[in-house]
């Protein structure tokens, strides 16, 4: 008999300037009735992005993903099956310079001053697009300031996978607080943060693992039994628009990575379709 196992797909950056027929055919042929959960970009800023075509990478405009009438009719669509959960994935997703760093959009200064506006844009897009959405976010790069979080929290969002509290807030009060915080859960209640997990410490947030940070059998074997065993959902996180690219330093395509593990968790678990069960945005 096999184990059960919770499961999801993570599929962050539909914008703008996703192709409605290849995402179609990525839902429909790799997907197929998992959960997927997908992180749309709201009003994407054209800059040097793997996402982007090259012709509006110095533009410095923004592109409303309402503009692409083709792949919000898609969203809409999927909407239709009870495994599809959209989730706002930022506003712009652009990227800062300083010191030779990219400063990510929810770790830039003043971010916390524009997320509730940008909040409110998300949520009435959602509510005129999808039947009954639930209040979810994905920070852009996973990185996120305490104050931004803080936000969230408030506004009852369930966060995916957010360690730029943990790794990135200690300029401020509340970011030490929440460190040293997690540290103690790590020290006393073993969470390791680099496993898939499910936290209700400070909001409702689940852990996700990188496609790109899988590397082997041994590997998501461990992720597997452990999540298994905790009843923690396995989420991968991973790009739709990154499935024709090479691994580094491989011939394999992340396409046919990602499908040899579907077909491993497929043979050893019962997969059980994730729900988030968050609060609905009205």
Request: glycine content about 2%; some cysteine.
């Amino acid at each position: 008999m096999k184990k059960k196992l919770i499961f999801a797909i993570r599929d962050d950056d539909v914008s703008f300037f996703t192709s409605p027929e290849k995402y179609e055919e990525f839902c429909s042929k790799y997907i197929k009735n998992h959960s997927l959960i997908s992180g749309i970009i709201l009003n994407q800023k054209g800059s040097p992005s793997l996402n982007i075509p090259t012709k509006y990478w110095y533009t410095e405009l923004n592109y409303n993903i309402e503009k692409n009438s083709g792949i919000c009719k898609l969203l809409s669509d999927l909407d239709n099956k009870n495994n599809f959960f959209p989730a706002i994935h930022g506003y712009e997703h652009n990227y800062l310079i300083k010191d030779n760093t990219f400063v990510p959009e929810l770790r830039q200064k003043k971010a916390s001053t524009k997320l509730n506006k940008n909040l409110d844009i998300g949520e009435k897009f959602f509510l005129k697009t999808f039947q009954n959405p639930q209040k979810l976010f994905i920070p852009p790069s996973n990185t996120i300031s305490a104050n931004c979080a803080s936000i969230l929290f408030k506004r009852n969002y369930t966060l995916f996978n957010y360690p730029g509290i943990f790794r990135r807030s200690r300029d401020s009060i509340k970011g030490y607080k929440v460190m040293i915080e997690r540290i103690m859960n790590i020290v006393f209640k073993r969470i390791d943060l680099q496993k898939p997990y499910y936290e209700n410490k400070f909001s409702k947030c689940f852990n996700a693992v990188p496609l790109t940070s899988l590397k082997s059998e041994k590997q998501l074997n461990k992720f597997t039994n452990y999540c298994s065993e905790k009843g923690y959902p396995l989420i991968i996180s991973m790009h739709q628009w990154e499935l024709d690219f090479f691994k580094p330093y491989s011939e394999i395509k992340f396409l046919e990575h990602f499908l040899e593990i579907i077909r491993f968790l497929e043979l050893k678990f019962e997969l059980v379709n994730f729900n988030p069960n968050a609060e609905i945005i009205s």
